[in-house]
């Protein structure tokens, strides 16, 4: 996917990527956006696991600069409705093992103490302060991982980049 997406950079770096009500980005925007977010994830913790992130959020452009950015570091990520309960949002945590949670609502997770929780604010105001776009080379195998899928019953299914690539190509 992110092979794709750096291809189609180079080819169009001015055509519009991401349209929304509020903003849109470029592809040359949205590969820049990303990196930094990819900075930010990873000056703060680094590539010491491969768990997933989860990803709490409204449906929003930052999303998909997150997402990218998620991907360019070779961790997954597991997308999860902002509704969820604590205890549902605690057997995902559970199951998946995952570490860090990005969420733009942070009150409701204070009690979770197995897992970092960045404000989806923070981050992006951490990651736009980043002066310098270091470009990420992770170049997944087919077969690792590139997101989860989960409902309230929790962990379900998880993708490869292998299936993702079928899928949207």
Same mark, same amino acid.
């Given at each position: ?9 180079? *080819? ?6 991401l349209?929304?009500?509020? %903003?849109?980005?470029?592809?040359? @925007? ?6 930094k ?9 680094g ?12 449906? %929003? ?26 205890? @549902? ?11 860090v949670?990005?969420s733009?609502?942070?009150? !409701?997770?204070?009690?979770? *103490?197995?897992?970092?929780?960045? !404000?989806?604010?923070? =981050? ?12 990420f ?6 077969t &690792?991982?590139?997101?989860g899928?989960?409902?309230? !019953?929790?962990?379900? &299914? ?6 993702? =690539?079928?899928s949207s190509?």
């Open positions: 996917i992110i092979s794709l997406f750096e291809e189609q950079v180079i *080819k169009t770096p001015n055509n519009v990527a349209l929304g009500e509020i %903003s849109s980005y470029t592809y040359l @925007e949205l590969h820049e956006f990303s990196n977010i990819a900075n930010f994830i990873f000056t703060k913790y590539n010491r696991s491969k768990d997933p992130i989860i990803v709490r959020l409204e449906r %929003s452009n930052f999303n998909i600069a997150i997402v990218l950015g998620i991907l360019k570091i070779g961790r997954s990520f597991i997308p999860v409705e902002t509704s969820l309960t604590s205890n @549902e949002l605690s057997k995902i945590i559970t199951q998946t093992k995952a570490q949670i990005i733009e609502i942070v009150t !409701d997770l204070e009690g979770f *103490k197995s897992v970092t929780v960045l !404000d989806l604010e923070e =981050m992006i105001k951490g990651a736009n302060s980043f002066n310098f776009n270091l470009e080379s992770y170049n997944p195998l087919l &690792d991982i590139a997101y899928i989960c409902n309230r !019953d929790g962990f379900i &299914d998880s993708i490869s980049h292998r299936s993702l =690539m079928s190509v």
